[in-house]
């Protein structure tokens, strides 16, 4: 997320776009003499283009980042119209402002892109975007697995059944659930229905992870996932999945990607007083849960096996000595909170904060 620090006054007229999926509610604010035209348009984004180009002189338009994805910028860009899709939670609204419309959301947007107020949220480009639908459908599937595993074990726990033969949904897990059989009709129906999906949903996250190493073996994210693999816990599909939605990783430094990711503590200060509490959650939810999940691999002692060394090797010198230190600085640090008898939770998102600094510095390593 970066700054618009191009000033609106280079250009004669401020649009805000207030974008729906069907519709379109847009306010030209005029710089030079204050006239505000509004008018209700149609989803489709030709509608807004016209509208735009229509105006007599240069424009600048805004729209907020949101669910109808970012085609209106692009056009708005190959029409050579400057556009700022700006963060939604980083707009200044009057705190006594109770009343919200289209309309009024659409001017606070010209007023606020004509005073050069607006935080603007990185565009990625298609091949980023598709690239990032593919990630987050293998973030479904596998939150859709774990729902119905334990749909399917919850359901035999109610009947007095458990597995006790080591490792759970493996092959021999799946050939006992097979041989199930329970007394009442209707419930065995339900285990089955239960025991298909879970076959179904283990098939199709196989075939997404099959399509993200296909995908991270020969794109333009290879050489970013490649590096990012020296980190313990970072295997190609989370490395696949932080490239694509991070982006350009030049725009952040080693201490602002923390910030970005909400993985830096709230504060409340005043006078002399300090209160730090929790994180705050802001930025990507999905790189942020990613880098969490990893952080837990390097509070075990650190010893580079097989599979590590295979993703070191294919790294380059620089980015696989600088992922070696990163692995042995974590793994100090989950030390050190552990003699300090932190909580496990706290002191992993600590190192979620500093992995991610990590991943900032394999990523930019040339």
């Given amino acids: 997320m970066s700054t618009n620090n191009i000033p609106a006054a280079r250009e004669r007229w401020s649009v805000g776009l207030d974008v729906h999926a069907r519709?379109?509610?847009?306010c030209a604010l005029d710089l030079t003499t204050g006239e505000l035209i509004t008018a209700r348009l149609a989803g489709d984004t030709s509608g807004a283009l016209q509208f735009v180009r229509e105006l007599p002189g240069t424009t600048a338009v805004a729209y907020e980042a949101g669910p109808t994805g970012y085609g209106l910028a692009r056009d708005l860009d190959s029409a050579q119209i400057r556009c700022v899709?700006?963060?939604?939670?980083?707009?200044?609204?009057?705190?006594?402002?109770?009343?919200?419309?289209?309309?009024?959301?659409?001017t606070l947007l010209a007023r606020r892109l004509a005073a050069g107020d607006l935080v603007a949220v990185r565009v990625p480009t298609p091949t980023e975007e598709a690239a990032r639908d593919l990630t987050r459908a293998h973030e479904d599937a596998r939150t859709d697995l774990m729902t119905a595993r334990h749909r399917a074990s919850k359901l035999l726990l109610r009947h007095g059944i458990l597995w006790s033969g080591g490792s759970a949904w493996g092959r021999e897990h799946h050939a006992w659930l097979a041989h199930i059989h329970l007394d009442q009709s209707a419930a065995q129906d339900a285990f089955d229905d239960a025991h298909q999906e879970v076959l179904l949903l283990e098939a199709r996250k196989k075939n997404l992870v099959d399509k993200i190493n296909l995908l991270a073996a020969n794109s333009e994210f290879t050489g970013v996932v490649a590096a990012l693999?020296?980190?313990?816990?970072?295997?190609?599909?989370?490395?696949?999945?932080?490239?694509?939605?991070?982006?350009?990783?030049?725009?952040?430094?080693?201490?602002?990607?923390?910030?970005?990711?909400?993985?830096t503590p709230t504060e409340h200060s005043s006078g002399s007083s300090r209160h730090?509490?929790?994180?705050?959650?802001?930025?990507?939810?999905?790189?942020?849960?990613?880098?969490?999940?990893?952080?837990?691999?390097?509070r075990p002692s650190y010893r580079v096996g097989a599979t590590l060394q295979a993703r070191l090797n294919a790294a380059t010198t620089a980015q696989a000595a600088r992922g070696h230190e990163g692995n042995l600085r974590l793994h100090r640090r989950w030390a050190h909170f552990t003699?300090?008898?932190?909580?496990t939770t706290v002191a992993n998102v600590a190192i979620a904060r500093e992995l991610a600094g990590w991943c900032w510095s394999l990523a930019t390593t040339r």
Wanted: net charge positive; with cysteine; glycine share 10%.
């Fill in 23 to 26: 519709s379109i509610s847009a």
């Fill in 85 to 106: 899709v700006a963060a939604p939670s980083k707009i200044a609204r009057p705190a006594g402002d109770r009343v919200k419309t289209d309309k009024r959301d659409a």
């Fill in 229 to 263: 693999g020296c980190l313990r816990g970072i295997a190609t599909v989370t490395a696949m999945s932080l490239a694509v939605e991070m982006g350009d990783w030049d725009r952040f430094t080693g201490s602002s990607i923390g910030a970005y990711l909400g993985l």
């Fill in 276 to 298: 730090l509490g929790p994180i705050t959650k802001a930025g990507n939810p999905h790189a942020r849960l990613l880098l969490v999940e990893a952080a837990w691999h390097h």
């Fill in 339 to 343: 003699r300090e008898h932190k909580r």
